[in-house]
C-alpha cells in the first residue's frame, strides 16, 4: 500500500518535462484565444476551463498517481508560474512575449469590431464597464482599452462621467447648508431694518 502511494511511477526528468509543455501548451491556447479576467468569464468559458484541466490532467500526471507524482508535479507549475512572472517583471521584451499589448476597443465612442471580434470580447462587456466607470453608454468613451492582463479600462470624454451617489449626497448637504445660511441672513436683515425703523420714529416725535 506505502508503495503505491508514494512511489512514483515516472521519473522525475519525464513529470518535469510533461508538466512543463502542458503549461505552456495551455498558457499559449489562452493567448491564443482572447484576454479576459476571472470577472468577465461568462458560464460557457467557465465549462472550457474546467473541462481543460480535466483533459490535461492525463498528459501531465500519465500512469503516475502517486502522492509523491502529484507534489512533484505541483512543484514544478508553481516555479514555472515563477520564472514566467519574474520573467515579465525583468525585461521588457518578455513582457511583450508573453502579455501582449494593450488593445484599443473603442475610439471616441465608435466601436473597433475587428479588434472586439478577434480578442473574442462581446459589447455587453463594454457596456457594462462604461456604466461602472460613470458614463451612460458607450458614446461617453473616448476609449475603452482591453490591457494585458485581461482588465477592461475607460477613458470617458470630458464632462461625460456621472456623478456618483456619495457626490450627489454631498452636493445635497452643501446645498442645504447654503439654504439654511440664506435663510438666517435673511432673518438677521429683517431684524435690523425693524430697529432702525423704530430708531427714526422714535427721532422724529422728539
Sequence with gaps: MWQDMFAPDLTLAEKTVRTVLVYLAIYLLLRLVGRRDLAQLNTMDLVVVLLLS????NAVIGPDYSVTGGIIGAVVLMACDWVMVHARNRWYWAWRLFEGRTSVLVRKGEYDRRTMRRLGVRKADVEQVVRRDGGSHVG????????PQGTLRVELRHGKRAATAGQIDALEERLALIEELLRGRAGNGHGHGGGEGEEGGGNGRR
Excluded: F
Aim: zero cysteines; proline letters at 0%.
Design 140 to 147: 461617453d468613451a473616448e476609449r475603452v482599452m482591453l490591457e
Design 54 to 57: 480535466n483533459v490535461v490532467q
